[in-house]
């Protein structure tokens, strides 16, 4: 197994995938509390933010700056970035 360095985990591409990571709470508590439309607002900014430093690491990408580990990370963070974006959904669904 390959060492990770230090250079490799605090890469560009991996701080955009931890700050996508980090955001998936502050997108479920500003959506879950969300009392306004305002807040429904603050909510979606949160997930477009997210987005443009998912289309920055996809030119990162193309550009050849990806590691293993990058590579992993994007993965993990595209899943439960998809997952949360459903809290929506269900959340509808229970409401009814």
Request: glycine residues 4%; positive net charge.
């Amino acid at each position: 197994m390959k060492h990770i360095d230090r250079h490799e985990l605090f890469s560009i591409p991996n701080l955009m995938g931890y700050f996508r990571i980090l955001m998936i709470p502050v997108f479920c508590f500003l959506y879950l509390t969300a009392e306004t439309k305002q807040d429904i607002w603050k909510a979606a900014a949160v997930v477009l933010i997210s987005s443009l430093t998912d289309t920055l690491d996809v030119l990162l990408i193309k550009e050849g700056y990806m590691a293993v580990m990058g590579l992993i990370l994007l993965m993990m963070t595209v899943m439960a970035v998809t997952l949360v974006l459903y809290i929506p959904v269900f959340e509808k669904m229970r409401r009814g």
